[in-house]
């Protein structure tokens, strides 16, 4: 897992075999290298690169657009250096125009991604599940839509083309943006923040023959389904993008506040464990062998 002299193979390649499965991909979020090594260590097949973990963990706001391209490409590489399975990765809105999109895309390539997901909010954009969101008109973003397929080198790239018009104009025009993503080249297709189960069910009815992707977004404005309902719609893909930030977040708070009572950590030692036992998950029995192998 993540191993530093693993070859993990084609993760691209891997990515399509899984989609194309017949059963919805689970892909829990990370936003670093740790967390994407905790999903892999947990038996998932895919890790998404959430934006709004990422936001979180690297600026401490709000998922509102304030990272840029550079910032979540160089995330991207340290996590999929990490881990040997396939890595979906946010790329907002593909950080301009058409032309922006085409780096984007040879950028998050390079970095080792297996997909990405481009949206057609304006920039800067804010979370799916946020108020307040503003789309660019369907040309622009199937502008983008054809540049980022054509701009792969690799053309087992997954591309992913998210719309968040259905809070802006409403789910018929959603469907219809999606449709012309796929004819300008989208791989699968991401109709963002869907308010209820009748529409979740028309966005699957209406684009069935797709790749889908539902975005189980904790909390967030989309009902929750189960994973068996989820397949009998036909979803390929599902994303879980926060549960390990909330987790992480809910877990530090509650620490920090027995430390802030006790004036040490010593109540809680036997629930967070100790350094030998996270050294052992980040990989140090690896690293043991490899000052063997390579020591005179």
């Given at each position: 897992?993540?191993?530093?002299?693993?070859?993990?193979?084609?993760r691209r390649a891997r990515l399509r075999e899984l989609l194309d499965q017949g059963r919805p991909v689970l892909a829990p979020g990370a936003f670093d290298a740790h967390s994407a090594r905790l999903v892999e260590q947990?038996?998932?097949?895919?890790?998404?690169m959430t934006g709004f973990g990422?936001?979180?963990?690297?600026?401490?706001?709000?998922?509102?657009?304030?990272l840029g391209q550079a910032e979540m490409v160089d995330n991207a590489r340290r996590m999929t250096a990490a881990v040997d399975v396939p890595l979906i990765a946010d790329a907002d809105t593909?950080?301009?125009?058409?032309?922006?999109?085409?780096?984007?895309?040879?950028?998050?390539?390079?970095?080792g991604i297996a997909g990405l997901h481009i949206?057609?909010?304006?920039?800067?954009?804010?979370?799916?599940?946020?108020a307040g969101k503003v789309v660019v008109p369907a040309e622009d973003m199937v502008a983008k839509v054809r540049a980022a397929a054509a701009a792969r080198t690799d053309p087992d790239m997954v591309i992913i083309a998210r719309t968040d018009v259905a809070a802006v104009e409403g789910l018929d025009a959603a469907i219809e943006r999606a449709r012309r993503f796929a004819d300008a080249g989208a791989d699968v297709?991401?109709?963002?923040?869907?308010?209820?189960?009748?529409?979740?069910?028309?966005?699957?009815?209406?684009?069935?023959?797709?790749?889908?992707?539902?975005?189980w977004a904790e909390g967030g404005r989309t009902p929750p389904l189960s994973y068996d309902r989820l397949a009998e719609l036909g979803f390929s893909l599902v994303l879980f993008p926060v549960s390990t930030l909330l987790a992480a977040d809910t877990a530090m708070r509650s620490v920090l506040s027995r430390?802030?009572?006790?004036g040490t950590?010593?109540?809680v030692l036997d629930e967070i464990g100790g350094l030998d036992a996270f050294a052992d998950r980040e990989g140090l029995a690896e690293i043991r062998e490899m000052e063997q192998r390579f020591s005179s």
């Amino acid at each position: 897992m993540g191993d530093l002299l693993s070859r993990p193979g084609n993760r691209r390649a891997r990515l399509r075999e899984l989609l194309d499965q017949g059963r919805p991909v689970l892909a829990p979020g990370a936003f670093d290298a740790h967390s994407a090594r905790l999903v892999e260590q947990a038996g998932f097949d895919v890790v998404y690169m959430t934006g709004f973990g990422t936001t979180a963990s690297l600026l401490g706001r709000p998922d509102v657009g304030l990272l840029g391209q550079a910032e979540m490409v160089d995330n991207a590489r340290r996590m999929t250096a990490a881990v040997d399975v396939p890595l979906i990765a946010d790329a907002d809105t593909g950080y301009g125009n058409p032309i922006n999109v085409v780096r984007t895309v040879r950028e998050y390539e390079q970095a080792g991604i297996a997909g990405l997901h481009i949206e057609d909010q304006v920039m800067p954009k804010r979370c799916g599940h946020l108020a307040g969101k503003v789309v660019v008109p369907a040309e622009d973003m199937v502008a983008k839509v054809r540049a980022a397929a054509a701009a792969r080198t690799d053309p087992d790239m997954v591309i992913i083309a998210r719309t968040d018009v259905a809070a802006v104009e409403g789910l018929d025009a959603a469907i219809e943006r999606a449709r012309r993503f796929a004819d300008a080249g989208a791989d699968v297709l991401f109709v963002e923040a869907p308010t209820s189960e009748d529409a979740i069910e028309t966005v699957a009815k209406e684009l069935a023959g797709h790749r889908l992707l539902f975005n189980w977004a904790e909390g967030g404005r989309t009902p929750p389904l189960s994973y068996d309902r989820l397949a009998e719609l036909g979803f390929s893909l599902v994303l879980f993008p926060v549960s390990t930030l909330l987790a992480a977040d809910t877990a530090m708070r509650s620490v920090l506040s027995r430390l802030r009572a006790d004036g040490t950590p010593a109540a809680v030692l036997d629930e967070i464990g100790g350094l030998d036992a996270f050294a052992d998950r980040e990989g140090l029995a690896e690293i043991r062998e490899m000052e063997q192998r390579f020591s005179s």
